[in-house]
């Protein structure tokens, strides 16, 4: 005892000094942590402040009225049209077919990337996906102009316009499902063996495994998947804006075409506007509306979530 006494005595070895250090990192960490809380939150409500406040000024003009925006399907600023619809369903439409896409081939590759590939198969799937996800935005909107649109004309003949909403999403949906997948994949690997190992002994095959028991434990972080994807379907500025087509047209049907929300704002904000004219307060207004739809849509895709999500303890 006396020979360790002296050891820690001659490295100056002290307790109370090291739980004061560790107490100051953690002080340190923790600070670090609530900035980076407390920035994301407050880039969310300067960004919605800067919106609103632009779009209050186009909400101002005696010639724009709540009834107008949404209660009429014609938009064009310029002449005293202000109907939004135009712009929301081409905006909706696209990124319906979107999910369409990348949802189930998202979750099929997640699935077979998490029960079925070997080491082997997974390292060679990997990479692609990846390079998936790093093509330029703007490359794949000429993707779909010059490869998906002909594609589709052979299908479905001449009903289907060089720019059209179904090649846009289509294209969208391959865009995004390498998120899908990789967060999905993510997902269901987190859930626990001993799941899978019980489903076995009960006489569960490994597809009803995979199907009944790891994708309902996996389904929230499958959700969190799909409000990034929808958010991320919504938001497209260059695919939408080089292949769905350049004027609002109030339409349902994918295959004409039809100008987003991301798509004007990128071709209108591109020409000589004059400050606080009304097409310039108008792209506000239009981003004002974007924000609200996004962030309804991610409100439902929770609900729904949190409805049918399975808990494991």
Request: hydrophobic content about 50%.
């Given at each position: 005892m006396k020979?360790?006494?002296?050891?820690?005595?001659?490295?100056?070895?002290?307790?109370?000094?090291?739980?004061?250090?560790?107490?100051?990192?953690?002080?340190?960490?923790?600070?670090?942590?609530?900035?980076?809380?407390?920035?994301?939150?407050?880039?969310?409500?300067?960004?919605?402040?800067?919106?609103?406040?632009?779009?209050?000024?186009?909400?101002?003009?005696?010639?724009?009225?709540?009834?107008?925006?949404?209660?009429?399907?014609?938009?064009?600023?310029?002449?005293?049209?202000?109907?939004?619809?135009?712009?929301?369903?081409?905006?909706?439409?696209?990124?319906?077919?979107?999910m369409l896409v990348s949802l189930p081939f998202g979750l099929a590759a997640a699935l077979y990337l998490s029960e079925y590939a070997s080491p082997k198969a997974r390292s060679a799937l990997k990479p692609i996906l990846e390079i998936l996800a790093g093509i330029p935005t703007v490359v794949y909107g000429y993707f779909a102009l010059l490869f998906m649109t002909p594609l589709l004309q052979f299908i479905f003949g001449e009903g289907v316009q060089v720019y059209n909403m179904l090649s846009a999403g289509i294209v969208m949906g391959i865009m995004i499902l390498p998120l899908i997948s990789s967060m999905s994949e993510d997902a269901l690997s987190s859930v626990p063996r001993a799941l899978r190992e019980g489903s076995y002994a009960m006489g569960a095959t490994k597809i009803?495994?995979?199907?009944?028991?790891?994708?309902?434990?996996a389904l929230s972080g499958i959700g969190a998947a799909l409000i990034i994807g929808i958010s991320r379907a919504v938001g497209e500025t260059m695919i939408v804006a080089v292949a769905a087509g350049a004027g609002p047209n109030f339409t349902f049907n994918p295959f004409l075409a039809a100008e987003t929300m991301t798509g004007h704002i990128a071709r209108i904000s591109?020409?000589?506007?004059?400050?606080?004219?009304?097409?310039?307060?108008?792209?506000?207004?239009?981003?004002?509306?974007?924000?609200?739809?996004?962030?309804?849509?991610?409100?439902?895709?929770?609900?729904?979530?949190?409805?049918?999500?399975?808990?494991?303890?």
């Open positions: 020979q360790e006494n002296t050891i820690m005595e001659n490295q100056n070895f002290r307790p109370l000094d090291l739980k004061k250090k560790m107490r100051l990192g953690e002080s340190v960490i923790q600070t670090l942590l609530f900035l980076a809380g407390f920035l994301s939150i407050f880039i969310t409500v300067a960004i919605v402040y800067v919106l609103g406040k632009e779009a209050w000024l186009f909400f101002g003009n005696p010639d724009v009225t709540f009834a107008k925006f949404l209660g009429t399907t014609e938009w064009s600023p310029g002449i005293g049209k202000f109907g939004i619809w135009p712009l929301v369903t081409s905006t909706l439409t696209t990124s319906f077919i979107a009803e495994t995979s199907l009944q028991v790891v994708l309902p434990a591109g020409g000589d506007l004059s400050y606080n004219s009304i097409d310039y307060t108008s792209l506000f207004a239009i981003a004002l509306m974007l924000f609200l739809v996004t962030l309804v849509l991610n409100l439902i895709s929770q609900g729904i979530i949190n409805r049918f999500r399975q808990r494991y303890e």
